[in-house]
């Protein structure tokens, strides 16, 4: 069973910055890709950022250039570095990890942007 633990979500003022962790009791090179995913207050969950076993990268459009998703490989952990937060970037963070079998997700950590 791999286990995944977000951590980092806090309070803070619009205009700056969190860095969100995602820890993966697996090994990083057996994972597909990891992905952040946003839910925001009473809408759906939607894809922030991934990366891919190759280091390939994708973005929403919302987060482009603010955001950066990147992995320590040596501690099974992907991190999702956040900038010039505003209101909208306000919800529960997810982590999916993709293997070749199944996903898995995190819990969740909560971050909220005050205006």
């Known amino acids: 069973q791999v286990q995944v633990v977000e951590s980092g979500g806090n309070f803070v003022q619009a205009g700056g910055s969190l860095r969100l962790s995602c820890a993966v009791s697996a090994n990083i090179f057996s994972i597909n890709a990891v992905g952040w995913y946003l839910q925001a207050p009473g809408k759906q969950r939607e894809l922030v950022a991934i990366?891919?076993?190759?280091?390939?990268?994708n973005y929403a459009d919302s987060v482009k250039g603010r955001f950066t998703i990147s992995r320590d490989n040596a501690k099974n952990t992907v991190y999702l570095q956040m900038n010039s937060l505003n209101s909208e970037d306000t919800g529960v963070y997810f982590c999916?990890?993709?293997?070749?079998?199944?996903?898995?997700w995190g819990q969740g950590t909560q971050v909220t942007v005050s205006s």
């Open positions: 999916n990890v993709q293997m070749t079998y199944r996903t898995y």
């Open positions: 990366i891919t076993r190759f280091g390939d990268t």
